[in-house]
């Protein structure tokens, strides 16, 4: 996968996922994998010189199992604060019961049946920030409300490195595309095109590799 300066990519072969760790104003995760695997982001941490302590944020761009399945447990182990959305915040903070994604993609046909079964609905409860809001900054990172995956669902731009987080906003599979799966797969489709508008040279993708050179550009053509 391309290496992309100060993110290192920890790819969960699960739900073919990929969380983020990322050399920031502080060491920063965004997203947790599936759960289960936080001893893979441990190992990452280690990798790269640093202890779980060393981790000052955890940001989490949606409530989805695959993407915060192990914010629980890495929120104790790390002592950092888990950062997400108001609008996805309840899930992770009580534990609530989720609703099931829509086909938003013709791949999403084949996709679902097995995200419904492999992937838990509901997560350990976990305190949380309610800081993800549209304009808000976290650190370095400016927030972009991207709804429509999940009603809170967030994106993540790193302005001075022009790298976008794009969470399931957009995914990088058989091609670049909105994610095939959906709360609101027209809302999901605003969003994607939303992320087009934005400046940025690289895009890191919750699913699929990056795209290191014009990434703003190969989204706005995909929308």
Known sequence: MAQIPGVTTLLFPKA???AFLVEADVLTLIDTGTPGAAAKVVSAVRSA????????????????ADHAGNAAELAGLTGAEVHISPGDAPFLREGR?????????????LMIPYVKA???WKLAPTAVQETLVDGATVGPFEVIETP???AGHVSLLWAARGVLFTGDAAAHVTGVGPHPAADDPELARES????????????CFGHGRPITRQASAALRAAA
């Open 97 to 109: 019961e989720q609703p099931r994604p829509r086909v938003a993609t013709p791949l999403g046909r």
């Open 49 to 64: 010189g640093r202890e779980p302590r060393d981790v000052g944020r955890i940001i989490v761009t949606h409530r989805h």
């Open 118 to 120: 492999a992937l838990p």
């Open 16 to 18: 073919v996922v990929n």
């Open 148 to 150: 429509g995956h999940t």
């Open 192 to 203: 994607f095109r939303r992320l087009g508008l934005l400046d940025f040279e690289t895009a």
